[in-house]
């Protein structure tokens, strides 16, 4: 089964201080990850995918994520944390046998002054 | 473009009482998600409509979930009754089509229900 793990239930972090959320994923094939954060209140907003190719993918608000086959990780990072920054962040994998996105716990993230 | 629309953002009932969900998705997304959130986990699937048509049911409870998509726009999720462990946020999404990985779903703000 395709599932994804997110290690760090809470982490808080620094204004201006960087960020890295963990994301393992267990997949035999080529898998198709993304990330995305969840702010109080609202829906899911997509920060990025890999699908293939580079395995250094850039995203929206300054993310980027980094997918290392050889560690089963796709971690998330962000150079300089904004207070906005402070939600809940999800990991997914798309099932190509299903076609259904499987969600990690998430992780929150507050920003400290 | 406007994005995913649901109402109402937030319902408390008591247990075993009816509640309903209402979606609007994204104009021209023939792909419609009902998913169901527990406080401290992922989303989890309950309910894919392709068109009109239900794709996937399988995490649906159906002795007490239902769920329509009328002229494959609109949808409507129904509990009844609801039990204490439906508290919880409700997220409907759409995308373009749902057999492409790369079809990006889009999520609205959810509608958080609380089961007293």
């Known amino acids: 089964a395709q599932s994804v793990t997110q290690p760090d239930i809470h982490i808080t972090v620094s204004e201006g201080a960087s960020l890295e959320l963990r994301c393992n994923y267990s997949?035999?094939?080529?898998?198709?990850l993304f990330w995305y954060v969840q702010s109080p209140g609202q829906g899911l907003q997509l920060l990025l995918k890999?699908?293939?190719?580079?395995?250094l993918v850039q995203g929206i608000k300054g993310f980027e994520a980094e997918f290392k086959r050889s560690q089963s990780s796709f971690n998330l990072r962000k150079p300089s944390v904004h207070w906005s920054d402070a939600a809940e962040y999800f990991c997914a994998v798309y099932r190509s046998n299903d076609y259904k996105l499987s969600f990690g716990a998430g992780t929150t993230v507050t920003v400290r002054a | 473009e406007a994005g995913v629309a649901q109402s109402p953002r937030y319902k408390i009932i008591e247990k075993r009482q009816s509640v309903a969900f209402w979606c609007n998705p994204i104009?021209?997304?023939?792909?419609l998600y009902w998913y169901q959130q527990i406080l401290g986990q992922g989303p989890k699937l309950l309910i894919q409509f392709q068109n009109n048509g239900v794709v996937d049911d399988s995490q649906l409870p159906k002795d007490r979930f239902s769920a329509e998509r009328l002229k494959g726009v609109d949808s409507t999720l129904k509990i009844q009754p609801a039990k204490l462990e439906d508290s919880a946020v409700y997220l409907c999404?759409?995308?373009?089509?749902?057999?492409?990985?790369?079809?990006?779903?889009?999520f609205g703000p959810g509608t958080r229900l609380l089961v007293l």
């Open positions: 104009s021209g997304h023939a792909t």
């Open positions: 999404a759409s995308s373009l089509i749902s057999t492409g990985y790369q079809e990006t779903q889009y």
């Open positions: 997949y035999g094939a080529t898998p198709y």
């Open positions: 890999y699908f293939s190719g580079d395995t």
